[in-house]
């Protein structure tokens, strides 16, 4: 029961943060963003992230999934480019806040050093599963994602162009 409960107020806090967001997720850019991450988890690791469905509605259905999905650009210090609904909750900030944001900033200065090793890891192979780390949100609560997926993007003219990561399971310390 409890648990239905709580699936519940995770289902009413994102809807929440949807109707609250003025729909950045939805411009010309974001939307071809969004179908490069989809793409680029279908390639590496050769399952969907998403069901298949209408990809017209892919940017929506990303922004909506209970699967937490983040980007970031491939900088030397990378920023977050992407935050899904299920990112924007968890890290407990506005879209506007968490884009653009360092991505290191997503993990206390005590866990940054093993996140930056399985960045490089997964850069190298394109892709890795496993993950599991400790984050910590903007009003300092901290929690452990456990069997993040972690992938290359990759832009036009099959060019590395940033990160991505996702996990549907993780807990508050």
């Given at each position: 029961?409890?648990?239905?409960?709580?699936?519940?107020r995770?289902?009413?806090?994102?809807?929440?943060?949807?109707?609250?967001?003025?729909?950045?997720?939805?411009?010309?850019?974001?939307q071809?963003?969004?179908?490069?991450?989809?793409?680029?988890?279908?390639?590496a690791?050769?399952?969907?992230?998403?069901?298949?469905?209408?990809?017209?509605h892919?940017p929506?259905?990303?922004?909506?999934?209970?699967?937490?999905?983040?980007?970031?650009?491939?900088?030397a210090?990378?920023?977050?480019?992407?935050?899904?609904?299920?990112?924007?909750?968890?890290?407990?900030?506005?879209?506007?806040e968490?884009?653009?944001?360092?991505?290191?900033?997503?993990?206390?200065?005590?866990?940054?050093?093993?996140r930056?090793?399985?960045?490089?890891?997964?850069l190298?192979?394109?892709?890795?599963?496993?993950y599991?780390?400790?984050?910590?949100?903007k009003s300092?609560?901290?929690f452990?994602?456990?069997?993040?997926?972690?992938?290359?993007?990759?832009?036009?003219?099959?060019?590395a162009?940033?990160?991505?990561?996702?996990f549907?399971?993780?807990?508050w310390?």
């Amino acid at each position: 029961m409890g648990a239905l409960i709580a699936g519940s107020r995770r289902r009413r806090l994102r809807r929440l943060a949807v109707q609250q967001a003025a729909a950045v997720w939805l411009t010309p850019a974001k939307q071809a963003l969004a179908a490069c991450i989809v793409r680029s988890f279908d390639q590496a690791f050769e399952r969907p992230l998403l069901p298949r469905g209408n990809a017209e509605h892919l940017p929506q259905e990303l922004f909506a999934s209970d699967t937490v999905v983040l980007a970031h650009d491939g900088s030397a210090d990378p920023c977050l480019i992407y935050a899904n609904a299920a990112a924007l909750q968890l890290w407990e900030r506005p879209w506007a806040e968490m884009i653009g944001m360092p991505s290191r900033l997503t993990a206390e200065p005590q866990e940054r050093e093993g996140r930056a090793r399985m960045l490089a890891t997964a850069l190298q192979q394109h892709a890795s599963e496993g993950y599991s780390g400790v984050r910590i949100s903007k009003s300092g609560r901290r929690f452990q994602i456990h069997n993040a997926r972690l992938w290359t993007l990759w832009g036009p003219g099959d060019q590395a162009c940033g990160q991505a990561a996702a996990f549907s399971s993780w807990w508050w310390l």
